[in-house]
């Protein structure tokens, strides 16, 4: 098992930044692969960027040049750098765990609202 704890969401204003942070805990060992999600009102859940445990990253194009995935191994954690956000980035966004064994983990979500 795998548990996810995202925080550092908020209200934010068109051209400004949000770092957010996802803590895990748990079977630690077995993640390849961890990520960040975001769901819009009325739209599907979307991939944003992804980190695998080599650090080797993935960004959606609408996000590439203004968001940074990284982790920090010793504190088990993700971030995500927002930069330069722009009102079609506010959604909930959700951090994601795949384990070695094709386990899906999901953290329970944190609201970024972008808004003058």
């Known amino acids: 098992q795998v548990q996810l704890v995202e925080s550092g969401g908020g209200l934010v204003q068109p051209g400004g930044s949000l770092r957010l942070s996802c803590a895990a805990s748990g079977s630690m060992f077995s993640i390849r692969v961890m990520g960040w999600y975001r769901q819009a009102p009325g739209k599907p859940r979307e991939l944003v960027a992804t980190?695998?445990?080599?650090?080797?990253?993935n960004y959606r194009d609408s996000v590439k040049g203004r968001f940074t995935i990284s982790r920090d191994n010793a504190k088990n954690t993700v971030y995500l750098q927002m930069n330069r956000l722009n009102p079609e980035d506010t959604a909930v966004y959700y951090c994601?765990?795949?384990?070695?064994?094709?386990?899906?983990?999901w953290g329970q979500g944190t609201q970024v609202t972008v808004s003058s």
């Open positions: 994601n765990a795949i384990t070695s064994q094709a386990q899906m983990y």
């Open positions: 980190i695998t445990t080599g650090g080797s990253t």
